[in-house]
């Protein structure tokens, strides 16, 4: 009796083992036939884009598994620095096109051809190359257009007697129209000064009042000194919005994303100085204030006559590229062919509420909004994008720098002389 | 006999076997060995390298290059050094209410005050949330037209609804008073497990002889548990000084300006916003030596005090 049931647990026991061990074997088959991919990103389009794009990309190469590592994109540096310190982490990253690239690039293999090949029907990939030149190496491909507008609320601007179809268009117009918002009680100019937001979204719009684009090749290479009077002149501009009463009290302690966008989609407010595509766009704007409401426009021309008054301060939104510690190269590489295929356009603009670069995109698929038309056109006249080709402590010192000004801390010539000490010491312009 | 023997050397008072080692030494060695091989992989090394690296050049992420002391003259040139050191000092004249404001409430809750289980968690449960998720918090909250004002409003207290993350000294108290906020639970913790020490009869005596509040914080509790607020103060300056990154990073980004801005974040955005490895490091050995100087002088007061006591 007792050899019956000692032999029966044994042989179900061996049968078990065998079960588990002929089933563990299956998915570890499978996985020596995956590779997976850590990508870096901070998920521009949205979070609904990005599921669509990785299933997309799956379902192309079946061999591939795709894993997201999502950042802020205000927090982005403060990540992705200790991976390039210790070079390790992610096979693909995002990174802004411009110096930010340049300064990174270090962090990233130099595209071979046939990769470069792929993104062959973009309107332009120059911001993933060094210099913004195609015939330096390349970095990484880009996929969709990226820059700055001001958005209004048609509502606020009818409230406070203005024309909500003829939005102010100079930097006079745009100080009366702000008289007349405050004195409904609403705030002007939605803005909130920490982070790099004042470099990439205010400080590119008053300067295109002031330089022009050699001037602009002058700032990447670091030959145009802050104490210019050009650079003086947008600094003053600037200092304008705060100190005018233009813009909330509460922008020198915060961030534009998300709680001075939330000031402007909360509809108190009359304007916001934002981007096209990605969180704080026509799409988010449109769906919190409603889209009949919502109008965008260029910012102001300081001065109206200067030639890049009416360009549209444009840049390839991001680029993605392989790292230069993977060993995944050639996935990664699959990964980066991909984020500018046409396949991808499409989702970015039917899911992403972006505006691709990939020129055979379905025009239909764009969605209706007279925002979105707005913008539609603006770009049409675009120009290099200043904001992104400032080092680090430029970008620092600018937005530290705004905050004091509009504080009463430091004066406009401080600010200048703080701005150049931040040039100096920027290591990829010297 | 053979025990005999082997009890000789112990009675001559020779601790020293034939090799000169004490028995026991290699047992004791291997002990200590993991901790020692951690302390200086993980403390040491990296101590030493950025002791070296601030001595390098780094143009961006690239090989650095040997530089001399320039890293240490940008520093000292830099403005915002000098203004994060400043910054820090300010946090650290709030040392007296970070050691007493616990022991103050520690006292309470050991003498059995009405709820006092409650107020036990309660008082802890702040330090249990993550820095980063009490900066965020504090972010709405401290908002012009936050919970905060909308209740000094309510109260008919507007004049002192201000804008507290804007000015250049209310941003770095309301800093401060998050950082506290968020800490001092550990505080109450730690008294709470020193006063446990003390017998119940030594209470009692205190309490016969009519010993009020006042008197069993300043006689009674203070002398008691001198070695535990010596501990406690080591650990809030050293808190005060390197471990109020995340509520930076959440609440200020050292801003506005750079009005609170404290040195362990310069480290930070100077290593990897500015990309300048070398300066960031030469920040980092200035204040290592800061912190060291000022915890090696605490640490002698305490051992001075103890050893008085002991004679």
């Known amino acids: 009796m007792n050899g019956i049931l000692s032999r029966r647990p044994t042989r179900l026991s061996a049968l078990g083992a065998a079960t588990a061990l002929a089933i563990s074997f299956v998915p570890m088959a499978q996985a020596q036939d995956v590779t997976t991919i850590k990508v870096l990103n901070w998920q521009p389009g949205g979070p609904e884009y990005w599921a669509a794009l990785v299933e997309a990309f799956e379902a192309e190469h079946p061999d591939i598994k795709v894993e997201l590592e999502t950042v802020p994109f205000d927090r982005y540096p403060e990540v992705q620095g200790p991976y390039i310190a210790t070079r390790s982490g992610p096979d693909v990253m995002e990174q802004n096109a411009g110096l930010e690239l340049f300064d990174r690039r270090v962090a990233y293999q130099e595209l071979p051809e046939d990769v470069l090949a792929a993104g062959g029907d973009l309107l332009t990939r120059s911001g993933g190359c060094l210099n913004y030149d195609l015939d330096e190496p390349c970095y990484g491909l880009p996929f969709g257009l990226q820059g700055n507008v001001m958005y209004y609320n048609k509502l606020v601007l009818s409230e406070a007697g203005l024309d909500p179809d003829n939005p102010p268009a100079t930097w006079e117009e745009f100080g009366e129209a702000c008289e007349k918002i405050n004195a409904v009680g609403k705030t002007c100019l939605a803005l909130g000064m920490t982070g790099v937001f004042p470099t990439y979204w205010v400080f590119p719009e008053i300067a295109r009042s002031y330089l022009t684009e050699d001037d602009m090749r002058a700032v990447l290479a670091g030959d145009m000194p802050w104490t210019d009077p050009k650079m003086v002149s947008i600094l003053e501009a600037m200092a304008d919005i705060p100190t005018k009463g233009w813009s909330n009290s509460s922008a020198p302690s915060i961030s534009m994303l998300p709680d001075g966008a939330d000031i402007f989609a909360s509809g108190n407010a009359g304007f916001a100085g934002t981007i096209i595509a990605d969180a704080v766009n026509w799409a988010a704007f449109g769906e919190a204030l409603g889209d009949e409401n919502l109008g965008a426009m260029r910012w102001p021309a300081v001065e109206p006559g200067a030639p890049l008054a009416k360009s549209f301060s444009g840049t390839e939104s991001s680029v993605f590229g392989v790292t230069s510690w993977t060993s995944k190269t050639e996935a990664a590489q699959e990964f980066v062919k991909f984020v500018a295929s046409t396949e991808n356009g499409n989702l970015l603009t039917e899911l992403g509420g972006g505006i691709p670069l990939n020129a055979n995109v379905d025009p239909s698929l764009f969605p209706k909004s007279s925002a979105l038309e707005q913008i539609r056109e603006i770009i049409k006249t675009p120009t290099i994008h200043v904001g992104v080709l400032l080092s680090g402590q430029e970008a620092d010192a600018l937005g530290r720098g705004w905050q004091e000004v509009a504080l009463g801390r430091l004066t406009v010539d401080d600010w200048v002389e703080r701005m150049q000490v931040a040039l100096e010491e920027s290591p990829g312009k010297n | ?311």
């Open chain 2, 1 to 311: 006999m053979s025990i005999q023997t082997r009890k000789v050397p112990i009675r001559s008072g020779n601790p020293r076997s034939r090799s000169g080692l004490r028995p026991g030494f290699l047992l004791i060695a291997l002990l200590v060995l993991p901790a020692l091989i951690l302390a200086v992989l993980f403390k040491l090394v990296p101590l030493l390298r950025a002791f070296w690296l601030s001595f390098m050049k780094t143009q961006g992420f690239y090989e650095p290059s040997f530089a001399g002391l320039s890293n240490y003259q940008a520093m000292l040139r830099d403005p915002t050094f000098e203004q994060s050191f400043y910054n820090a000092f300010m946090v650290f004249l709030s040392l007296p209410v970070w050691v007493f404001m616990p022991l103050i409430i520690a006292l309470l809750l050991f003498q059995r005050t009405p709820g006092w289980r409650f107020f036990r968690a309660t008082y802890f449960l702040p330090y249990m949330i993550a820095p980063v998720v009490v900066g965020i918090m504090f972010r709405q909250i401290l908002a012009p037209d936050g919970p905060i004002n909308a209740l000094l409003k309510l109260i008919g207290l507007a004049p002192l609804a201000i804008e507290w993350l804007n000015g250049p000294n209310s941003a770095l108290f309301s800093l401060t008073a998050v950082a506290l906020w968020s800490f001092f639970g550990l505080g109450v913790l730690t008294y709470l497990s020193g006063l446990s020490t003390v017998p119940q009869d030594v209470v009692e005596a205190a309490r016969l002889d009519g010993a009020g509040f006042w008197r069993m914080l300043v006689d009674f509790a203070l002398p008691l548990i001198r070695p535990v607020v010596g501990y406690w103060t080591v650990l809030c300056m050293s808190g005060m000084l390197i471990w109020m990154f995340p509520l930076v990073y959440a609440l200020t980004r050292g801003g506005p300006g750079s009005a609170t801005m404290l040195p362990e974040y310069l480290v930070f955005i100077t290593t990897f916003e500015f990309l300048n490895r070398g300066k960031g490091a030469a920040i980092g050995m200035a204040l290592f030596v800061f912190v060291s100087l000022i915890s090696t002088f605490v640490v002698r007061q305490m051992y001075r005090e103890g050893r008085g006591k002991r004679q």
